[in-house]
């Protein structure tokens, strides 16, 4: 378990007991994350499972990959810290990471 | 047909409230040599593998050497994770509400209005024109002289296509007939989209093609695929999720009182126990590991996902699987239309679309003055679809 601190839009914070070897979308889902909405269920074709990770985290948590790219790009959300939370895989290197959800998924 | 209880969960004596599982459990045809795996955990996994590739619907006999000849339904790897990018944004949630949302506010006016008209109308063509607006706006066929003769041109290619010929004379009249009905697609629909999306490109499907020079049967057969997948499969499943709350007044109230999320709800639970597409294969091009029981696959092994089998997991579902209830998934804290549109990297684009389109045909229908149910569907079976028809609903409403 590996703890992740979640940043609403509305400043309201929440920390989870993440696991590890699943997604963030999945451990967000499981731990009732409400900006998180994962319409797809991890397949990258949503959008809706947007996370801006905060600036020290970024080299850890890795750029954008070729698969986020179309769906982050409909989404027009150009924040420098956006992934999809289901590409990113929770490791213990993942311990503290924090990160916003946006505003909205649409 | 009526809710059954002699299906229904055997622990919890709950209902069975599904009414296409009796005429699939009768018709379902895996292909011959696929072994059917219905674990939601298995099935995921397969179809998420990046060492399966697509089989059964005819799979086997597309030439993968002339990509721009066959649709990317057929296609895997780096091809198709190419062709599904450059139409992702066409599916995105923002683009629905921002351009696809007007398209269906516009069909469902003149559907209401034409209803209105006639006092009475079979659900199926109502649903029909609502599915093929949608889609077509999506792949780009604008251009038609009105969207009632390519709705009827687009079905006469797609309806026909799957039904039996068996005698010879018979086939090559049909070959025939098939030749004519798609020359009529092509030169009424198809062609004065791609000489006017030469001349300026917009955001479709069509657009992408003419830019990637598809060749002519390339083109046919693409459009044809969105026909097939986003515009039938819309079809029944508006048909069917307006059976099940014409039918269940208590369902029919939460769903008109509902905020948009629930509706969403109600459908995508309707989806999951009435699933328009069953099965799925895949065929392992290397041996595939798995911690998950019936997830690993022996090279050149082919699978059959039961879609149907996998929506009524019991380890997804909770308990009374075969029970409408809206508030499952939330509960189980699972995507709501479980297996039903595919999963990994063919998961339906349409998914959302579908949705959005079924919630604003059902919101408007179901509020119009006297509406009624005046017959139910017969419920067939396509066997070349492997999927449930809804033939014969006839919904009425006061006339005004
Ligand atoms: C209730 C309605 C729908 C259902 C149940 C449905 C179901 C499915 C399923 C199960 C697949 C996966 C096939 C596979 O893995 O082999 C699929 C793929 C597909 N669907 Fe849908 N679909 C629906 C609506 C739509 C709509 C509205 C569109 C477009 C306007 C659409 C376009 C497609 C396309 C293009 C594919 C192929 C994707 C690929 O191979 O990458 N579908 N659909
Ligand atoms: S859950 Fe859909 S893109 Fe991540």
């Given at each position: 378990?590996?703890?992740?601190r979640?940043?609403?839009?509305?400043?309201?914070?929440?920390?989870?007991?993440?696991?590890?070897?699943?997604?963030?979308?999945?451990?967000?889902?499981?731990?009732?994350?409400?900006?998180?909405?994962?319409?797809?269920?991890?397949?990258?074709?949503?959008?809706?499972?947007?996370?801006?990770?905060?600036?020290?985290?970024?080299?850890?948590?890795?750029?954008?990959?070729?698969m986020?790219?179309?769906?982050?790009?409909?989404?027009?959300d150009?924040?420098?810290?956006?992934?999809?939370?289901?590409?990113?895989e929770?490791?213990?290197?993942?311990?503290?990471?924090?990160?916003?959800?946006?505003?909205?998924?649409? | 047909?009526?809710?059954?209880?002699?299906?229904?969960?055997?622990v919890?004596?709950?209902?069975?409230?599904?009414?296409?599982?009796?005429?699939?459990?009768?018709?379902?045809?895996?292909?011959?040599?696929?072994?059917?795996?219905?674990?939601f955990?298995?099935?995921?996994?397969?179809?998420?593998?990046?060492?399966?590739?697509?089989?059964?619907?005819?799979?086997?006999?597309?030439?993968?050497s002339?990509?721009?000849?066959?649709?990317?339904?057929?296609?895997?790897?780096?091809?198709?994770?190419?062709?599904?990018?450059?139409?992702?944004?066409?599916?995105?949630?923002?683009?629905?509400?921002?351009?696809?949302?007007?398209?269906?506010?516009?069909?469902?006016?003149?559907?209401?209005?034409?209803?209105?008209?006639?006092?009475a109308?079979?659900?199926?063509?109502?649903?029909?024109?609502?599915?093929?607006?949608?889609?077509?706006?999506?792949?780009g066929?604008?251009?038609?002289?009105?969207?009632?003769?390519?709705?009827?041109?687009?079905?006469?290619?797609?309806?026909?296509?799957?039904?039996?010929?068996?005698?010879?004379?018979?086939?090559?009249?049909?070959?025939?007939?098939?030749?004519?009905?798609?020359g009529?697609?092509?030169k009424?629909?198809?062609?004065?989209?791609?000489?006017?999306?030469?001349?300026?490109?917009?955001d479709?499907v069509i657009?992408?093609?003419?830019?990637?020079?598809?060749?002519?049967?390339?083109?046919?057969?693409?459009?044809?695929?969105?026909?097939?997948a986003?515009?039938?499969?819309?079809?029944?499943?508006?048909?069917?999720?307006?059976?099940?709350?014409?039918?269940?007044?208590?369902?029919?109230?939460?769903f008109?009182?509902?905020d948009?999320?629930?509706?969403?709800?109600?459908?995508?639970?309707?989806?999951r126990?009435?699933?328009?597409?069953?099965?799925?294969?895949?065929?392992?091009?290397?041996?595939t590991?798995?911690?998950?029981?019936?997830?690993?696959?022996?090279?050149?092994?082919?699978?059959?996902?039961?879609?149907?089998?996998a929506?009524?997991?019991?380890?997804?579902?909770?308990?009374?699987?075969?029970?409408?209830?809206?508030?499952?998934?939330?509960?189980?804290?699972v995507?709501?239309?479980?297996?039903?549109?595919?999963d990994?990297?063919?998961?339906?684009?349409?998914?959302q679309?579908?949705?959005?389109?079924?919630?604003?045909?059902?919101?408007?229908?179901?509020?119009?003055?006297?509406?009624?149910?005046?017959?139910?569907?017969?419920?067939?079976?396509?066997?070349?679809?492997?999927g449930?028809?809804?033939?014969?609903?006839?919904?009425?409403?006061?006339?005004?």
């Open positions: 378990m590996v703890a992740i979640f940043i609403a839009a509305d400043g309201s914070e929440q920390t989870i007991d993440a696991t590890c070897g699943i997604s963030l979308m999945e451990n967000a889902i499981a731990n009732g994350i409400e900006g998180i909405v994962a319409l797809c269920g991890g397949n990258a074709y949503c959008g809706t499972c947007r996370v801006h990770v905060e600036p020290d985290w970024r080299a850890v948590t890795g750029l954008v990959t070729e986020e790219e179309p769906m982050i790009e409909a989404s027009g150009t924040h420098p810290g956006v992934r999809l939370s289901c590409q990113i929770v490791s213990p290197a993942l311990e503290g990471l924090v990160v916003r959800t946006p505003e909205s998924q649409e | 047909m009526s809710t059954v209880q002699a299906r229904g969960c055997p919890h004596q709950g209902r069975d409230d599904r009414k296409s599982a009796r005429l699939a459990d009768a018709n379902l045809a895996p292909a011959e040599n696929a072994r059917v795996v219905g674990s955990a298995a099935g995921r996994e397969i179809l998420r593998s990046s060492k399966v590739r697509q089989a059964g619907a005819g799979a086997e006999m597309v030439d993968l002339r990509p721009d000849e066959i649709s990317f339904f057929f296609l895997d790897g780096d091809q198709h994770r190419k062709r599904r990018a450059a139409v992702a944004g066409l599916f995105a949630p923002k683009t629905i509400v921002t351009r696809h949302r007007a398209v269906m506010d516009r069909t469902m006016d003149s559907i209401i209005a034409s209803l209105q008209e006639r006092g109308a079979p659900l199926d063509e109502l649903s029909w024109q609502m599915a093929v607006d949608v889609a077509a706006e999506i792949i066929l604008t251009e038609s002289d009105s969207n009632v003769n390519l709705a009827k041109r687009v079905r006469a290619v797609l309806d026909s296509s799957v039904s039996h010929n068996p005698s010879m004379l018979k086939k090559l009249l049909f070959r025939a007939l098939m030749m004519i009905r798609v009529r697609f092509w009424h629909d198809l062609l004065p989209v791609i000489e006017a999306r030469r001349k300026e490109p917009k479709d657009s992408y093609m003419v830019k990637e020079n598809y060749s002519r049967k390339g083109m046919i057969m693409e459009a044809l695929s969105y026909g097939g986003g515009m039938m499969t819309t079809r029944e499943f508006i048909v069917m999720a307006a059976w099940h709350l014409f039918e269940k007044p208590a369902l029919r109230e939460r008109l009182s509902g948009e999320e629930d509706q969403f709800a109600i459908l995508e639970e309707i989806l126990l009435e699933p328009v597409a069953s099965l799925l294969h895949r065929r392992a091009v290397e041996k590991d798995s911690t998950t029981r019936g997830g690993a696959m022996a090279e050149d092994e082919t699978v059959c996902i039961s879609i149907r089998d929506n009524v997991d019991e380890a997804i579902t909770g308990p009374c699987p075969f029970e409408l209830d809206p508030d499952r998934a939330k509960r189980m804290k995507v709501g239309p479980y297996m039903s549109f595919g990994g990297p063919h998961r339906c684009p349409g998914a679309v579908a949705l959005h389109e079924t919630r604003v045909f059902l919101d408007r229908l179901l509020r119009l003055p006297g509406i009624r149910l005046e017959a139910e569907p017969d419920i067939l079976w396509n066997p070349q679809i492997q449930y028809e809804l033939r014969g609903a006839v919904v009425a409403c006061d006339q005004g």
